[in-house]
Nanobody, 126 residues
């Protein structure tokens, strides 16, 4: 599975962006795709994930109510809508994918995902 992110950019606080993760290769109902973010010197942080079997979603507390993960019914792309952006949301955002045996196993832990994109930068100014 190859993943390519797009949609990053620079916005002012309170603004919005939509990130897109396009996947090529085999995905099926056991696929879980997640968005992570990382700033230099810090660990990669899980933001949101979606489990393909039933479109079950999960969000980190830091983005709950502001970010929305979704996907086309055909499978991919997977989107991350970023609303009410804050300067602390500034980071490189990565898309990741893996296969899991159930939604409860599809956790926001970077080590759990097998495939990664190259990232797209999001910068939020105050």
């Amino acid at each position: 599975v190859q993943l390519v992110e797009s949609g990053g950019g620079s916005v002012q606080a309170g603004g919005s962006l939509r990130l897109t993760c396009a996947a090529s290769g085999y995905t099926d109902s056991s696929t879980c795709m997640g968005w992570f973010r990382q700033v230099p010197g810090k660990e990669r942080e899980g933001v949101a994930r979606i489990y393909f079997y039933d479109d079950n979603t999960y969000y980190a507390d830091s983005v709950k109510g502001r970010f929305t993960i979704s996907r086309d019914r055909a499978g991919t792309p997977v989107y991350l809508q970023l609303n009410s952006l804050k300067p602390e949301d500034t980071a490189m955002y990565y898309c990741a994918a893996g296969r899991f045996g159930g939604a409860s196993l599809c956790i926001l832990s970077a080590s759990s995902y097998e495939y990664w994109g190259q990232g797209t930068q999001v910068t939020v100014s105050s």
